[in-house]
């Protein structure tokens, strides 16, 4: 079993920085894909950003020039660099890790809230 922590989210003006952390512990052999989701009130969750044990990311449209994911395997860490901040990225923020033996968990969720 997978324990995923995550932390960083608050309120932020728009224009504004966060930066989320997200740490894996317990019973952890090979981690293949570490990512960031969000739910936004009323909405779906939807994949924000993933990064592989391979490196390759990728990132939502939406977010595209404004976020960046890091991290990975090798410290079982990620984190979301996230820039230039708006209103509609309000959500809730969910760690994701897909691991060889355990397969997918998730964190508790982390609350971002844009606005001035």
């Known amino acids: 079993q997978v324990q995923l922590v995550e932390s960083g989210g608050g309120l932020v003006q728009p224009g504004g920085s966060l930066r989320l952390s997200c740490a894996a512990s317990?019973?952890?052999?090979?981690?293949?894909?570490m990512g960031w989701y969000r739910q936004a009130p009323g909405k779906e969750r939807e994949l924000v950003a993933q990064?592989?044990?391979?490196?390759?990311?990728y990132y939502a449209n939406s977010v595209k020039g404004r976020f960046t994911i890091s991290g990975g395997n090798a410290k079982n860490m990620v984190y979301l660099q996230m820039n230039s901040l708006k209103p509609e990225d309000t959500a809730v923020y969910y760690c994701?890790?897909?691991?060889?033996?355990?397969?997918?968990?998730w964190g508790q969720g982390t609350q971002v809230i844009v606005s001035s």
């Open positions: 994701n890790v897909v691991e060889a033996r355990a397969g997918s968990s």
């Open positions: 317990g019973s952890i052999f090979s981690i293949n894909v």
């Open positions: 990064v592989t044990s391979s490196g390759t990311t």
